[in-house]
């Protein structure tokens, strides 16, 4: 029995090694990412396009955010479905000038053919900026986010959502939830083009770029691909510019949550398998860790460090000592776990009250 225990030990040991390893890596990789070359001065004539559907919690609040920017060289356009749209009351109240999607590009989502309506009808722009409907923006967002494309080595600059929960319990898990778009934002490894929050220069999607844009689901996986297949750089904004209040129960927790692993696999099939192999890691070294250092040896407890170090990080990056925080912590690989599986099989998502098939 000691000698499985012992054996069982050193491979739970491996597991912690690895996890740390990946943790270091991941450090490593972001400090020694090229930083931008932002050019002093540097504002570009930027379109900010932002796609309405339905209505969103403090929907008429994020869109006046988007006219407040301390930015003067800029315009927001809202694009809609259709006059009738529920948006329109906010957009209206707001002030916004408003377009309606043409009935083309019959394979895009609601919001793709939203953005490629605007991209075909305003040429005239340097840049182009993508903003979701759902998320409030701080001042210097449009600021922040169109520097970084003075370097011509940058092909989109980013930045990704607090989550700001304003509901029960289920709200602070997409909070904790969220933070995995963080610890990928930092390292250009994982990086990607968030489609709350993303701009790129004029020319970026030239006629064949802009093909495959218009044909997909999603706006940021195509995006992330382009700029990856030019060899060009995704910046990350890290400043908290954007924030998406939330007030899910656990039916739309659900919801969101695997749509969102639907598309992060469609994006990449790799990331199912990567996460399946992480999650289920650290879900056996946590399970573990707790048994062994209750049952057998209390020293075995330093097993748990990166779990100590994950929950610091956490309520660092939350910004509040909420104890629901460690709790949502606690159970997070639990849930990405769960959905990846749960989304391996999805062959559709529903997104704003219409189904896009993902085969």
Known sequence: MDALLYAYTAFLALIWLGLVAITLANTLSAKGSKAYSPRRGYAPKALVMVPCKGTDLTLRDNLLSLKRQRYSNYDVIAIVDSESDPSMQAIL?????????????????GKVRALSTALTRFRGYDAYVVADSDATFG????ELLVAPLADRRTGVSTAFPYFRPVGGFWSKVKLVWGFVGNGMMESPVTRFAWGGSMAFRKGFLDAKSFSEFSASVSDDIPITRIAKRKGLGICYVPERVVTVNSNDDFARFREW??????????????????????????ILLLLSAIALSVLSNPLLAVLLLPF???AARTYSRAGT???????????????????????????????????????
Do not use: C
């Open 257 to 282: 949550s695997n749509r969102q692993a639907a598309l992060t696999i469609l994006g990449n099939r790799k990331n199912l398998h990567y996460g399946v192999v992480l999650y289920s890691a650290n």
């Open 93 to 109: 109240e707001a002030g916004l000038h408003h377009i309606v999607s043409a009935k083309r590009w019959p394979k895009a989502s």
């Open 321 to 359: 000592s909420d104890p629901a925080l460690f709790v949502a912590y606690l159970m997070i690989n639990f849930i990405y776990l769960a959905n990846l599986l749960h989304a391996r099989s999805m062959g559709s998502i529903e997104w704003r009250g219409t189904r896009y098939s993902l085969r």
């Open 139 to 142: 001042e210097d967002w449009l």
């Open 308 to 310: 100590a170090i994950g």
